[in-house]
């Protein structure tokens, strides 16, 4: 069964939830932005939690009032919905007009909006319903907001991790046509992305690898199971809080950078490398190459890698392939 629903959300709203669905990877065949999918698994992977806590937070305010107060139970049940809707739920802080949404709904989500027609709603419309909902997950932070997308994968994640057995799947991130198959250590979220990562070890490679859990699809649960390597998982775990994105090997590095470098070091935050001492204009580093090279090459002229010579060439050529093409 499908239907569609007309929905009414603030510009805000709207463009908060596409930031999700862009970054969570929700595209149509043409590789724009298929927010229609991603309000779709939102409503299917959130409604009882949403549903929990509204519930939940009603019943303490109610608490609150009967226990301070003579008030009867359903003044205070009028009251405490009166106090969400006015203070909780409101969007006070948006201005502008709501813009009007279509959204086409099947299978699960159709199921779950029809009970929320049929039971949810009290004096407010699904419109308004469903807009309370998408606003309480906003205000969730994003890696969090990320489990609960990815709910189905986080759950098989956790279930292995918590019975030490081997997963398999694909990546969207890889043009590899086969799975992955790994021996999964943790699950570590970066600060800078509010992205989270799977830090595992490749059963083929036998080397550390991480995933972000967001671009994993088809994840199966393999009846294989392995010992911990001890000195690994030490090793994952550090790199957990420095830099779950990359699990590469640390290099000695040495990079010099002009005044205007020095301020764009301060203000570019994401995936920023921490330097292990600075000497005037050198900043050394004990970080993985990767992240060195893809953090830098926004400097331009205004960082120069010193050493290592492998890092330093990588980012010639870099520049060097750029500026053949603008030459062309």
Request: charged share 30%; aromatic share 12%.
């Given at each position: 069964?499908t239907?569609?629903?007309?929905i009414?959300?603030?510009?805000e709203?709207r463009?908060r939830?596409?930031n999700d ?5 929700f595209?149509k065949?043409?590789?724009s932005v298929?927010?229609?999918a991603f309000l779709k698994t939102?409503i299917?992977?959130?409604f009882?939690?949403y549903?929990?806590?509204s519930?939940?937070l009603?019943?303490n305010i ?6 301070l107060t003579s008030?009867s ?5 009028a009251?405490?919905d009166?106090?969400i ?11 502008g007009?709501?813009?009007a ?6 299978g699960a989500s159709?199921?779950i909006?029809k009970?929320i027609?049929?039971?949810m ?14 606003n309480?997950y906003?205000s969730i ?5 990320e ?6 994968t ?8 918590e ?6 799947f694909?990546?969207t991130?890889?043009e590899?046509?086969?799975a ?9 979220p970066?600060k ?5 990562y799977?830090l595992c070890?490749?059963?083929n490679?036998r080397?550390?690898r ?6 994993m699809?088809?994840v199966?649960?393999?009846?294989d ?9 030490k ?7 420095r830099?779950?994105h990359?699990v590469?090997?640390n290099?000695?590095a040495v ?6 470098g020095?301020r764009l070091?301060?203000v ?6 921490i ?9 050394y580093f004990?970080?993985p190459?990767?992240q ?6 926004r400097?331009g002229r205004?960082?120069v890698?010193i050493k290592?010579?492998s890092?330093?060439?990588k980012?010639?050529?870099y520049y ?7 030459n062309?």
């Amino acid at each position: 069964m499908t239907e569609k629903y007309k929905i009414y959300l603030s510009e805000e709203t709207r463009l908060r939830l596409i930031n999700d669905a862009e970054l969570f990877e929700f595209t149509k065949k043409d590789e724009s932005v298929n927010l229609n999918a991603f309000l779709k698994t939102l409503i299917v992977n959130y409604f009882d939690r949403y549903r929990r806590d509204s519930e939940a937070l009603l019943d303490n305010i109610m608490k609150d009032l009967t226990g301070l107060t003579s008030i009867s139970n359903k003044a205070a049940s009028a009251l405490a919905d009166k106090i969400i809707s006015t203070y909780i739920k409101a969007d006070n802080s948006q201005s502008g007009k709501n813009s009007a949404l279509t959204l086409t709904v099947s299978g699960a989500s159709y199921e779950i909006l029809k009970i929320i027609e049929l039971n949810m709603l009290k004096d407010t419309s699904l419109s308004q319903y469903l807009k309370d909902m998408f606003n309480s997950y906003l205000s969730i932070p994003r890696n969090e907001r990320e489990t609960i997308i990815f709910k189905d994968t986080y759950e098989d994640i956790n279930k292995a991790l918590e019975a030490h057995k081997v997963l398999t799947f694909a990546s969207t991130y890889s043009e590899r046509k086969y799975a992955f198959a790994v021996e999964p250590y943790m699950i570590a979220p970066s600060k800078e992305e509010q992205c989270n990562y799977l830090l595992c070890r490749d059963i083929n490679t036998r080397t550390p690898r991480t995933f972000r859990i967001s671009r994993m699809r088809n994840v199966f649960i393999t009846s294989d199971e392995f010992n911990i390597d001890e000195e690994l998982e030490k090793e994952l775990r550090e790199k957990a809080t420095r830099t779950p994105h990359s699990v590469s090997p640390n290099v000695q590095a040495v990079v010099r950078l002009s005044q205007s470098g020095t301020r764009l070091f301060k203000v570019i935050t994401k995936n920023r490398p921490i330097a292990s001492k600075i000497e005037g204009n050198l900043y050394y580093f004990d970080w993985p190459a990767l992240q060195l090279e893809e953090y830098f090459r926004r400097f331009g002229r205004d960082a120069v890698v010193i050493k290592p010579a492998s890092l330093k060439e990588k980012i010639r050529k870099y520049y060097y392939y750029a500026f053949k093409e603008y030459n062309k």
